[in-house]
């Protein structure tokens, strides 16, 4: 223990210290080599004042005291935090995991959605162009009446049936993405409630580990706490020690009997210090008589401990206020044990909240999960209709092309067939001729020496044919233009 020399204040003459220290004046000094009486009594009235520092080490004892129970405390709140928080560790990682499996459904399910709106949107990008097709290819003009204005293939295409399934398709997926939406809530609601029990358990970052006692602060601090106490109730042993040494040194100066009875006599309360029973110092035998040698050692001895009184009473002071300062410090940290404690059992009756609603959780993703089957598979009839509309509107462009190939041909025929007969009526017309010129020869050579009568068919004239159709149709075969009929021909070729 170091110490640092100081001076206490004077006594008031109006208490009985000033009533000793003034009978200490008048019996004047001491012999040589002796220190005087009024030197005596201040050491002795110093040495009561630091007495005082009693209250400080009952003090330091209360703070040891309630520092030991707040180590039970933290234990105790650290162990039931511990047990707590790995409780709620567990259930929260079987939330995640339902909760990813709910996720899970909600992603296949997203993805799926657009793989199907990405096939539809496909399959009315193909209806699309081949409508755009029949809308550009025009029915040419000598297939229809004349008065008629001119029409395009898609003017022949009934559009109730293409709005009909289109307007079934926009109503499925409004259902899916209403069912998207409701389950979209539901997954968001999820997320919150384990957000709330995330937050619930950082609010307090002081949670204690699995191991209640690591990292407490506690048992290191009660040991520094015990370390200042015992220092503390040294130095206050050595005040009272030195407080016993300044009354004998007075008991064993002349005059200094009624001093020393004075000053004694109020000692701070649990002060154990060596005190005559005797009411009055007149009545007390006298000490026993010490040798000059031994007066001088006492005096040294006296003269120094009395120098470093106030050093200790200082020392005990400054110990006393680091301890308060640690016992905030203690108490600060148990109310955060506390309070982490309460967080913790916050969380895991905000997570038994959570378990209640999980089983809706699970249910929703079921009932969306069935939602979307039911849908998926309209979708998938509907997208198969309006990919037979494209199949047959198709093949109406296809029959088109057929239709302008079969015309041209039946042209074609047609022409030769006409060609054939021209041929055959002039050879017919010139057998004709040929006929009625033999006859006339034969008329005019033998004619008259032949009875009229002998043969009825001898003035007939010759037999004379004509070829005509022999069904008549309401429209003939149109001429087509040559660019046409090629472009179909080379169409349906392409085709196969």
């Known amino acids: 223990m170091s110490y640092h020399a100081g001076q206490g204040t004077s006594p ?11 009978g200490a004046r008048r019996a004047g000094d001491g012999g040589a080599g002796e220190a005087p009486l ?22 330091a004892n209360e703070i040891v005291t309630t520092a030991r129970a707040a180590l039970e405390d933290g234990v105790v709140l650290g162990a039931r935090t511990g047990f707590l928080r790995r409780g709620v560790d567990d259930q929260v990682k079987v939330v995640r995991r339902v909760k990813d499996g709910v996720d899970h459904v909600g992603r296949e399910a997203q993805a799926d959605f657009e793989d199907v709106l990405r096939g539809l949107d496909e399959a009315d990008a193909r209806l699309q162009h ?24 898609h003017d022949f295409v009934d559009e109730g049936g293409v ?12 259902q899916t993405q209403d069912a998207q939406r409701e389950f979209g809530e539901t997954a968001k609601a999820f997320d919150d409630d384990l957000a709330s029990v995330r937050a619930a358990l950082m609010a307090k970052s002081g949670a204690w580990t699995s191991r209640d006692d690591v990292g407490s602060p506690i048992p290191p601090a009660l040991h520094s706490l015990e370390s200042h106490a015992k220092e503390m109730a040294d130095g206050l042993e050595s005040l009272v020690r030195h407080f016993d040494f300044c009354v004998t040194a007075i008991k064993h100066t002349e005059g200094g009997g009624a001093a020393a009875q004075n000053i004694t006599g109020d000692l701070p309360a649990g002060v154990d210090v060596n005190r005559d029973d005797e009411e009055n110092d007149e009545e007390a035998p006298p000490p026993e008589p010490i040798s000059d040698e031994e007066r001088r050692e006492m005096l040294q001895v006296l003269e120094k401990d009395a120098a470093e009184v106030e050093d200790v009473v200082m020392e ?9 300062a640690q ?8 109310d955060q044990l506390s309070e982490t404690y309460s967080a913790t059992a916050a969380a895991f009756r905000l997570l038994e909240e959570v378990g209640a609603r999980l089983p809706g959780y699970v249910s929703a993703s079921r009932d969306f999960l069935l939602r979307w089957e039911d849908e998926k598979a309209r979708i998938a009839e509907q997208t198969g209709e309006l990919e037979s509309l494209r199949e047959f509107y198709d093949a109406f462009l296809h029959a088109y092309d057929g239709l302008v190939v079969e015309v041209g041909r039946r042209r074609a025929v047609q022409t030769k067939m006409e060609a054939v007969v021209r041929d055959a009526m002039a050879r017919v017309e010139r057998l004709y001729e040929d006929d009625l010129a033999e006859r006339e020869a034969f008329k005019h050579d033998q004619g008259v020496f032949l009875p ?21 149709v309401d429209a003939s075969v149109p001429e087509l233009p040559r660019t046409l009929l090629q472009g179909a021909l080379r169409r349906v070729s392409e085709r196969g």
Do not use: C
């Open 316 to 324: 005990i002071r400054d110990r006393l206020a680091e301890m308060e």
């Open 452 to 472: 009229a009568d002998i043969w009825p068919g001898l003035a007939a004239p010759p037999l004379h044919f004509e070829v005509a159709a022999a069904n008549r």
């Open 327 to 334: 016992a905030d410090d203690l108490s600060a940290h148990l």
């Open 12 to 22: 008031s003459f109006n208490t009985p210290e000033g009533e000793a220290l003034d």
């Open 163 to 174: 709005e009909k399934l289109k307007a079934g398709l926009r109503a499925s997926i409004d």
């Open 38 to 59: 009024e030197k005596l009594v201040e050491y002795l009235l110093a040495s009561k004042r630091s007495l005082a520092s009693t209250e400080h080490v009952w003090r």
């Open 130 to 153: 081949t409508q755009d097709l029949l809308r550009t290819t025009m029915v040419e003009a000598a297939f229809r009446p004349a008065e008629e204005e001119r029409r395009n293939l």
